[in-house]
């Protein structure tokens, strides 16, 4: 694999799309919880989250920094009926006047950087938005799906928020692991970020 176009660029069926959105629900509860309007999400991947969330009603914009995932991001959108906008931009230079969100939202995309970077991406979506909420696979996540993920804990991603306020901090996503007699853990973490 070469890019993350490579990594989204399987098609879509409902099937995908449903098991992708059930597979986040609690994260999506989470997100439909803050009464956010204009929700931005960073990191198009399929577009899925994005595509359901402007189906609620308010007014969601995608952003993505590789034009083969927007191009990919498009066509999921057309093809579920996606009202959301999809823009290509910088995630460290958002192309966005500060408070022009209510909410930020990615999902699998801070467990690529460093602790340093991670900071100045969160540092630079709350001049964007009051509310930043992020999720990654955890450290029970079984695999590495492109390769250079940082799998951590909840005390470890706490270590790295210290520097924000952090209102909610949780792991979620119960799964069975590949072995019957292993328990059942969560394998994603979220939390919610707010300006100070």
Do not use: C
Not at 150 to 161: A, E, N
Not at 169 to 193: E, F, G, T
Request: aromatic share 12%; net charge neutral.
């Amino acid at each position: 694999m070469t890019g993350w176009s490579d990594y989204y660029g399987g098609q879509v069926t409902p099937d995908l799309y449903i098991r992708n959105l059930y597979g986040q629900r609690e994260f999506l509860q989470t997100i439909i919880e803050t009464g956010a309007k204009k929700i931005l999400e960073i990191g198009a991947g399929t577009g899925t989250m994005s595509i359901f969330l402007s189906q609620l009603g308010g007014t969601v914009t995608t952003l993505d920094n590789d034009p083969k995932v927007i191009e990919q991001a498009r066509l999921v959108s057309g093809q579920f009926g996606g009202r959301n906008d999809i823009v290509e931009g910088d995630a460290f230079h958002l192309p966005f006047p500060n408070d022009s969100f209510d909410l930020i939202f990615h999902q699998g995309l801070l467990e690529h950087f460093s602790d340093e970077r991670i900071r100045e991406l969160i540092t630079e979506q709350l001049r964007v938005a009051p509310i930043v909420l992020i999720s990654v696979p955890n450290s029970f996540y079984p695999r590495k799906d492109f390769g250079d993920e940082r799998l951590m804990s909840k005390k470890q991603w706490g270590q790295i928020l210290t520097p924000f306020k952090v209102s909610l901090s949780r792991d979620y996503s119960l799964k069975i692991l590949p072995k019957w007699y292993l328990p059942r853990v969560p394998i994603q973490y979220m939390a919610k970020i707010e300006r100070r």
